[in-house]
């Protein structure tokens, strides 16, 4: 059972490249998230999506592009990857309905030069 | 907009001391409070506090919400060195995706 996976796990980019970092999960979970954590700040909220096809923007959307075509795979796009950007990405996962918890991958820690 | 507090931001303990860490929230159509485990890696879920079930323990872990104070508590009893760890609280009020304090850093030292 592989869960939740995410790709690459580490990544060295410039500035102005596009990234997409990957999301996969195996459980058929209706939602899906997109955190980025950086100190200081502990995670926040990128953008979310409730079901295929449907996306939203979470607290700090702005230069990151999602998408979400098939239920388990959840990409995200920094379409020109700044330095503030460097943080360490988190794709999550949860059921739909009133089950809240929210299950998480190992993580993409992202470098912008 | 939602908020998530923890204190303290960062502790330091003997082993086998007792630890309580705290969780106060402003979330819009509150609905559950979550505590997660992260050691160098990704979050682990530990436990979801409900109106409906505001009371959680596993082993010496344990967890109180207080929907009065809209505070709730990690507790954990005889502390081992693998318990050193960010600790954080998050809040989900609906669809969107949770709001989560800074964390706590628990260090214990043996």
């Known amino acids: 059972d592989a869960g939740i996976t995410q790709s690459p796990r580490y990544k060295i980019t410039e500035t102005g490249r596009q990234v997409t970092l990957m999301c996969h999960q195996t459980w058929s979970h209706s939602y899906m998230f997109w955190y980025r954590q950086d100190l200081g700040h502990g995670l926040r909220l990128i953008y979310y999506?409730?079901?295929?096809?449907?996306?939203d923007k979470g607290e700090v959307p702005d230069g990151y592009v999602v998408s979400r075509s098939k239920t388990e795979n959840f990409p995200l796009t920094l379409e020109s990857a700044t330095r503030s950007q460097t943080s360490v990405y988190f794709c999550a996962s949860r059921l739909a309905g009133l089950q809240e918890t929210q299950y998480f991958g190992p993580g993409t820690r992202l470098l912008v030069l | 907009e939602d908020k998530v507090v923890q204190s303290p931001l960062s502790l330091v303990v003997h082993e086998g001391d007792t630890v309580t860490l705290n969780c106060s929230y402003e979330v819009t159509n509150f609905r559950s409070l979550l505590w997660y485990k992260q050691e160098k890696k990704a979050p682990t879920f530990l436990f979801m506090l409900t109106s409906s079930g505001i009371e959680k323990k596993s082993g010496r872990l344990s967890s109180i919400l207080d929907k009065k104070e809209l505070s709730s508590i990690l507790n954990i009893t005889a502390t081992q060195t693998g318990d050193s760890a960010i600790y954080l609280c998050a809040s989900g009020g609906g669809a969107d995706g949770l709001t989560f304090g800074k964390g706590t850093h628990l260090i214990i030292q043996p």
């Open positions: 999506s409730a079901a295929a096809d449907i996306t």
